[in-house]
């Protein structure tokens, strides 16, 4: 070898070095940020991955995964992800419409086999895309655990189940528009609620994740935490993980309510940030479609106008709120629920997006439209000014 080539593999390695120093001082500087928010917010587990151009280029975890035995939460290890879950309830409806069995202008009273109507406006039908889009005037007042509080044959005073306004002219956030999509999914591809979401999205994106807590390895749990101000201590929500006693006399078609179609998915960071690159790809992960580019494009396209700030499509939220990444705007969808509070949330034209999955934490302040939780938001920031900016 000549010098001259000498000096040009000297210098190429010098780069290299260099090119590490930096990325290894950024991931530090990331995490020691990381680290220090979940001091302030007194997160007890912090699950987090950062995607660009359709790879993950970063994925850790902090904290604990279980507080009485001091386990250390790892990257792998599963979250029940609470609202996150109604975007998979949302992908198989549009399956289904694909594979015209379903369509959005369809009564849900002949697609769920009981009466489904607002007693305030009795002449006007509930269709399938007000379930989507929280339009339906259904709220939550009797419940959504089950179908208990809206089954006329079980709650003859159900109509506190529904709002005064007439169906498709106003927006409610309500669990139970997915209770009922659950029921939807069954009778429509006559497959148990768990194994649909199983056959026709976990399984085709190869992800370790699910609804049935029985077809997933229980070891990986990670314990939720709930934080009381009052004591300065957590308590574990053992319910996150809980197996429905009606799993053993199940009713197809009707049951589904058992499995939290709008809450209970569990997964881990890593597979949820697959998800999301399916979701930024418009319905494709590597050489895998999971529904048409038409159906994608339908469902993250906002059909409702909530504030300057945000809208809302099927089962996913487009935010610019200024708290998070300088008001870019970020599709997808959060989630909170006893003990955790979870976001998936990418922006489509820089092609990067963010997981963050917490468990334990200072309670919810609310602060403005975008609903965003302070964790989540706080996460997403360091993680933007360290990986994306």
Known sequence: MNTFQKCKTHLLLLLIIMASVDVYGQVAKAEKELEQMMKDMKVVGLSVAVVKDGAIIYNNAFGLKNIAQNTKLSTDDTFRIASISKSFCAIAIMQLIEAKKLKLTDNVSDLVGFKVVNPNFPDEVITLKMLLNHTSSINDTAGWGTLNGIDPAKNKGNNKCYSNYKPGTGYKYCNTNFTLLGVV??????????????????????????????????????????????????????????????????????????????????ISAPDLAKYMMMLMNDGMYQDVRIMS????????????????????????????????????????????????????????????????????????????????????AEGMNILHKNFIK
Do not use: C
């Open 185 to 266: 999914i069954e009778r429509a591809s006559g497959l148990r609620f768990d194994n649909y979401i199983k056959q026709n999205i976990v399984e085709p994106l190869g992800l370790k994740a699910g609804y049935n807590v029985d077809s997933l390895d229980q070891s990986k749990f990670t314990s939720l935490y709930e934080y009381n101000t009052k004591t300065d201590t957590f308590t574990e929500a053992p319910i996150a993980y809980k197996r429905s006693k009606t799993w053993d006399n199940y009713q197809l078609g009707y049951s589904a309510y058992s499995f939290a179609p709008t809450a209970g998915m569990k």
């Open 293 to 376: 580019k038409k159906s994608a494009k339908l469902m993250k396209k906002p059909t409702v106008e909530l504030s300057d700030e945000e809208g809302y499509a099927f089962a996913i939220r487009n935010i610019k709120s200024p708290r998070i990444i300088d008001g870019d705007l970020l599709v997808g969808h959060t989630g909170s629920l006893t003990g955790l509070y979870s976001a998936m949330l990418y922006n489509p034209k820089g092609k990067y997006g963010f997981v963050v999955i917490s468990s334990g934490s200072l309670p919810d302040n609310n602060e403005g439209p975008s609903r965003i939780r302070k964790v989540l």
